[in-house]
């Protein structure tokens, strides 16, 4: 066990702890890592001199461990409700390995989302359910790793026999010889976007860092991988994947759980107002407000229309990877197959490409395409490098407006479909969704609203594609960021995008409206975990962006991530939840409803007892000054150093626009979270928050609660599959 057994975990060794501590956490084994606006001179003067008094210690060896070789298949089992999973493990070398980067080759040959073997051979032909590969190259040892998922009635060994096959098409080298220089494309994009940000800068520091790879040798990565050729990624298939790996199956079948029993926990009392010497040092140190950054049409972005349609211009001033997509008000509100269509599209090709040489035309061009279907908007999406924007953007429209496909691939997928609905019915997560959102929809909620088994089967592949084709005559927006100027883009949009003659005006927008009951109500799902999982939500009015503000100083305030009442009350002081959030959460839309929302995941045992403190807790939320001093300048905080990265601006834009909003709201927004005080947030959550009646969403073992004090919150409602699957 990694971690330890229940028992170690229930009995840590303070003692130990301060000895680790204090032989690993020494200047000599740590690194500083820093990405973002700085000066470089001053900042290395400023950890100079915090830093250069540390005192260096001799650090104990790590132990070398020898794993024992793995011969023939080990194989190992375990039972757990719902999908069924076959998961393959093979020993490889260590990241510092020579053969490090031909194995990470080799695992996009296999996988790479698009059109790697798994992805075209088992995925596109639909042989198994879904399946794929990772690798993973440790300092010691590195693994690569094939999964699967079957087909209803195909056996874990039928996976296990197509899983292997792929490596042995890549040993006898029956792959395409255009696909390792693809490979590299993909990866010099994927460091590109990675590169736009300082957290991902930073992390691609730190695992040079924790790899033990010199600097210099760890930005030469992608030149390495470009010298490789087909022979070298034959050699480590041959060299690795021989006749040893382990084989784990995870079986359909009820899971032996653990019993684990509610200790004695005292309830700590905790006081906001404390604060440690080391706290207030921090706090106490000056420094110089950042003036915060807005939005500015014409500087930031820019709003035209092309043909009938609007079209949204940000400029990429770091690299040459572009992001567009087409937004149509359309989704699986006004036509509930539409999620279906999707899936099909993703089997389909055109009249030019069979789905399979579609694929690989997109991975040539190094260019990633999707389709998401929302409750009520769909967006046609393609990004990737900005030479081939114009290609790329030919290859979608007519991906779009001319899907191909035949009976037997929409036969398989149906079944499969229905497969998956099989296995949903056992998830306990995917229930409690289903829990949660039809207590608060009824029977507008997604699964009840979705096709019955009967109706996917009847499904004909022409409505289905049809339902595609259609959306380009649909009034639509147009997203585009990178690195082309506004004028190019325009004239690729012109001539490959056709306009409509009169374009179809979308389904009027739904108000989706709460359950909203005279008295608190609990629905619960009898099930056998060992974790039970409690949603608590509850409407609030109507939209209003004068609420902005407040809404955020309360979500800080009463939530705030593990600082927040919600957290340090539930978890910290009573130790009744695994975790536990709670928030007011805003309409997307300006005719929207705001709601309030609180969950948590807790042993069965303890639920009543956990309800009872979080529903309390939502009617009596504790009044502190110095809770909301630190809320109130956290999000001030949060206004004065945000920048929204060049790939957010569209996004951020046409979500306030949906709201109402003209410019950048977050001016005024600062000037009046600076004037809030606290009397003013406790009157927002007054009028729209306490007292409410609850919906109260719960699945668990109802064997291990008592039901008798659950009741005390509300009237108890048992429902079942039937209620909450439309299946």
Same mark, same amino acid.
């Given at each position: 066990?990694?971690?330890?057994?229940?028992?170690?975990?229930?009995?840590?060794?303070?003692? %130990?702890?301060?000895a680790f501590y204090n032989t690993y956490y020494v200047p000599n084994n740590m690194a500083i890592l820093i990405s973002g606006d700085i000066d470089i001179k001053s900042t290395i003067q400023l950890i100079d001199?915090?830093?250069?008094?540390?005192?260096?210690?001799?650090?104990?060896?790590?132990?070398?461990?020898?794993?024992? $070789?793995? *011969?023939?298949? &080990?194989?190992?089992?375990?039972? !757990? #409700?719902?999908?069924?999973?076959?998961?393959?493990?093979? %020993?490889?070398? *260590?990241?510092?390995?020579k053969d490090a980067d031909a194995l990470e080759i080799l695992d996009m040959i296999l996988d790479n989302a698009t059109a790697g073997l798994i992805n075209l051979n088992l995925n596109q032909q639909q042989k198994v359910r879904e399946a794929g590969s990772y690798p993973y190259l440790f300092n010691d040892y590195g693994a690569q790793y094939l999964w699967g998922v079957p087909k209803q009635d195909q056996t874990l060994e039928e996976v296990e026999a197509l899983l292997i096959g792929q490596l042995e098409l890549i040993? /006898?080298?029956?792959? &395409?010889?255009?696909?390792?220089?693809?490979?590299?494309?993909?990866?010099?994009?994927? &460091?590109?976007? @990675?590169?736009?940000?300082?957290g991902p800068r930073v992390g691609m520091m730190r695992a040079a860092y924790l790899g033990y790879e010199k600097w210099r040798d760890a930005v030469r990565m992608l030149d390495r991988k470009a010298k490789l050729k087909k022979k070298d990624i034959v050699k480590v298939a041959k060299k690795y994947f021989k006749n040893g790996y382990v084989a784990g199956y995870r079986r359909d079948d009820e899971q032996n759980r653990p019993d684990i029993? *509610?200790?004695?926990?005292?309830?700590?009392?905790?006081?906001?107002? @404390?604060?440690? #010497?080391?706290?207030?040092?921090?706090?106490?140190?000056?420094?110089? $407000?950042?003036e915060p950054a807005y939005l500015v049409p014409g500087r930031d972005y820019a709003v035209r229309e092309v043909g009938d349609s609007d079209f949204y211009y940000a400029h990429n001033p770091l690299n040459d990877l572009f992001s567009f997509s087409i937004s149509v008000d359309i989704g699986t509100l006004s036509d509930n197959r539409m999620g279906i269509a999707r899936d099909l599209l993703n089997k389909s090709g055109t009249p030019r490409h069979t789905a399979e040489e579609l694929k690989k035309e997109w991975y040539k061009l190094g260019t990633d395409f999707s389709l998401s279907i929302g409750d009520q908007e769909t967006s046609i999406s393609i +990004?990737?490098?900005? $030479?081939?924007?114009?290609?790329?953007?030919?290859?979608?429209?007519?991906?779009?407006?001319? #899907?191909?496909?035949?009976?037997?691939?929409?036969?398989?997928?149906?079944?499969?479909?229905?497969?998956? @609905?099989?296995? /949903?019915? *056992?998830?306990?997560?995917?229930?409690h969704q289903a829990l949660y959102s039809f207590h608060r929809l009824g029977d507008k909620a997604y699964y009840r609203r979705v096709p019955s088994n009967e109706e996917v089967r009847a499904l004909s592949r022409e409505e289905l594609l049809?339902?595609?084709?259609s959306l380009l005559d649909y009034r639509r927006a147009l997203l585009y960021t990178g690195s082309q100027p506004i004028e190019a883009v325009q004239a690729a949009l012109a001539e490959h995008l056709p306009a409509s003659e009169v374009p179809v005006e979308p389904p009027p927008y739904e108000v989706l409206d709460f359950t909203r009951p005279d008295e608190?109500?609990?629905?619960?799902?009898?099930?056998?975990?060992?974790?039970?999982?409690? @949603?608590? $939500?509850? /409407?609030?009015?109507?939209?209003?962006? +004068?609420?902005?503000? +407040?809404?955020?100083?309360?979500?800080? !305030?009463?939530y705030g991530g593990m600082a927040g009442i919600v957290f340090q009350e539930i978890r910290e002081a009573r130790g009744l939840a695994y975790s536990v959030g709670a928030f007011y959460v805003n309409g997307r839309?300006?005719?929207?409803?705001?709601?309030?929302i609180a969950g948590m995941g807790t042993q069965a045992d303890k639920t009543p007892e956990a309800v009872n403190a979080l529903a309390g807790l939502l009617d009596d939320v504790p009044e502190s000054p110095e809770r909301f001093a630190a809320a109130q300048q956290s999000v001030l905080n949060k206004y004065r150093t945000e920048r929204l990265g060049f790939r957010s601006v569209l996004g951020t834009v046409r979500g306030w626009e949906r709201k109402g909003l003209t410019g950048d709201p977050r001016s005024w927004r600062l000037e009046q979270i600076q004037s809030v005080d606290l009397d003013a947030i406790l009157a927002f959550y007054r009028k729209y928050i306490q007292g409410r009646p609850k919906l109260i969403s719960i699945t668990g073992d109802k064997s291990k609660m008592n039901l008798e004090a659950l009741a005390a919150e509300g009237e108890i409602i048992e429902l079942t599959l039937e209620d909450l699957f439309a299946f």
């Open positions: 066990q990694t971690i330890g057994t229940v028992e170690h975990l229930k009995n840590p060794s303070l003692e %130990r702890m301060y001199r915090e830093f250069s008094h540390w005192q260096r210690r001799d650090l104990t060896q790590f132990p070398l461990h020898k794993e024992p $070789e793995i *011969k023939g298949v &080990e194989r190992v089992s375990v039972d !757990y #409700p719902g999908e069924e999973y076959v998961l393959l493990a093979f %020993r490889t070398a *260590k990241r510092s390995h040993k /006898a080298g029956q792959f &395409e010889d255009w696909i390792i220089p693809a490979i590299v494309t993909d990866f010099r994009k994927s &460091e590109k976007q @990675r590169l736009e940000g300082n029993q *509610k200790p004695p926990i005292d309830k700590i009392d905790i006081d906001a107002s @404390r604060q440690s #010497p080391f706290s207030a040092d921090i706090l106490s140190i000056p420094f110089e $407000e950042i +990004s990737g490098l900005d $030479e081939n924007f114009a290609a790329s953007l030919k290859l979608m429209v007519d991906f779009i407006t001319q #899907p191909t496909t035949d009976d037997a691939t929409l036969a398989e997928l149906q079944d499969i479909i229905i497969a998956k @609905r099989d296995d /949903a019915l *056992k998830d306990h997560l995917t229930i049809s339902l595609i084709s608190t109500q609990i629905y619960f799902f009898d099930k056998k975990v060992a974790q039970a999982q409690v @949603r608590i $939500e509850y /409407a609030g009015g109507s939209y209003n962006a +004068s609420l902005e503000p +407040s809404i955020e100083l309360f979500n800080d !305030y009463f839309d300006k005719r929207d409803f705001n709601y309030m």
